[in-house]
T-cell receptor, first 110, second 113 residues
C-alpha cells in the first residue's frame, strides 16, 4: 500500500524564519494535497498539486511537486505565529480515498 | 465555517458505553468520509459512504459502524468503548468519490474514561 512519510516530525522556528516540510511517497503521486490543522481543530485545505514540477502558492506558503512526482515540499517564508499547527500531506489511493502522512508539528516562537 | 457540521464537539463517556457521532456534509456533497486522529496513530481513514452506500473501508474496528442516510447525513456508532478509543473523529465530505475537494468538519473529541 502507498505510504507517505513526512519530515521533520516536528519543527520549532523563530518568527520570521523560513522553513521547509517534506512529504515523500513510496510510489508515484498522482495528486498531492496539503492541509493545515490548528491544534485540536479541523483540517484546512491549502493546495493540491498534480503535475510534476508544479508549484503553487498561498499567501506565504509555497508547495512544489518534484519532477518524478514522488516528493513534495512545503515552504513557508518569514514564518509567523499564525503558521503554527500541524501540516499534513495527503494523496488519493487506488480506492479513491484520501490517505495522510503522519504530519509535521510546527511551532513558531514570537 | 467549512459547511461540514459535526456534533457533538466534545463527548466524555465511560468504558463499555456506546456513542453516536453525527456528520452533516456540505450542501451538494454526496460522499462522506470518517477519520480517527489519535496522538500515536495520526489521521487514520475509517470508512467512506457515497450517496448512501459504503464505498471504502479502512482499519475500522468491528465495534464501530457507520451509515449514511437518505438526506446524506452520516452517523458513526462506536460501541463497547475502550480507553484507546479516545481520539478526535473527523468527518469530511466531497462532491464525488474521487478524493477531490475534501472539506473537513471541526471534529468530535471523544474522551473515554
Amino acid at each position: 500500500s502507498q505510504e507517505l512519510e513526512q519530515s521533520p516530525q516536528s519543527l520549532i522556528v523563530q518568527e520570521g524564519k523560513n522553513l521547509t516540510i517534506n512529504c515523500t511517497s513510496s510510489k508515484t503521486l498522482y495528486g498531492l494535497y496539503w492541509y493545515k490543522q490548528k491544534y485540536g481543530e479541523g483540517l484546512i485545505f491549502l493546495m493540491m498539486l498534480q503535475k510534476g514540477g508544479e508549484e503553487k502558492s498561498h499567501e506565504k506558503i509555497t508547495a512544489k511537486l518534484d519532477e518524478k512526482k514522488q516528493q513534495s515540499s512545503l515552504h513557508i517564508t518569514a514564518s509567523q505565529p499564525s503558521h503554527a499547527g500541524i501540516y499534513l500531506c495527503g494523496e488519493v489511493d487506488s480506492s479513491y480515498k484520501l490517505i495522510f502522512g503522519s504530519g509535521t508539528r510546527l511551532l513558531v516562537r514570537p | 465555517d467549512s459547511g461540514v457540521t459535526q456534533t457533538p464537539k466534545h463527548l466524555i463517556t465511560a468504558t463499555g458505553q456506546r456513542v453516536t457521532l453525527r456528520c452533516s456534509p456540505r450542501s451538494g456533497d454526496l460522499s462522506v468520509y470518517w477519520y480517527q486522529q489519535s496522538l500515536d496513530q495520526g489521521l487514520q481513514f475509517l470508512i467512506q459512504y457515497y450517496n448512501g452506500e459504503e464505498r471504502a473501508k479502512g482499519n475500522i474496528l468491528e465495534r464501530f459502524s457507520a451509515q449514511q442516510f437518505p438526506d446524506l447525513h452520516s452517523e458513526l456508532n462506536l460501541s463497547s468503548l475502550e480507553l484507546g478509543d479516545s481520539a478526535l473523529y473527523f468527518c469530511a465530505s466531497s462532491v464525488g468519490g474521487g478524493g477531490y475537494g475534501y472539506t473537513f468538519g471541526s471534529g468530535t473529541r471523544l474522551t473515554v474514561v
